[in-house]
């Protein structure tokens, strides 16, 4: 399950548990509706990024660059912070510590 608000030019979308494919698909529509440029992705919520997270996550970031709109990630736990960078997901998305960071930095 996926929530979506709107901050600035950013759309922050928190992951409230284990994602699909509907809500890639979901928050792509409601990216393009809301003209957003870039999408902030908070994982705080996720425990463990398993092996069909990260392709959701790739699959997102492939949708969301056919549109013009960068993606990045927040709030990952240390042992996801080391599953993004052991699978070089970190040379695909800027990865911030918080969510105010993230928009912070998104927001410029």
Do not use: P, W
């Amino acid at each position: 399950m996926i929530e979506v608000e709107h901050e600035g030019i950013v759309c922050k979308i928190v992951v409230l548990d284990h994602f699909s494919l509907d809500d890639v698909h979901d928050v792509i529509e409601d990216v393009e509706s809301a003209q957003a440029r870039k999408v902030l992705i908070d994982l705080s919520q996720i425990e463990v990024l398993t092996s069909s997270n990260i392709g959701l996550l790739v699959a997102m970031y492939n949708n969301l660059k056919e549109i013009n709109v960068g993606m990045s990630l927040c709030n990952l736990t240390a042992k996801n912070r080391h599953l993004v960078s052991i699978a070089k997901l970190d040379t695909l998305f800027s990865v911030f510590d918080t969510v105010d960071a993230g928009v912070s930095a998104l927001n410029q």
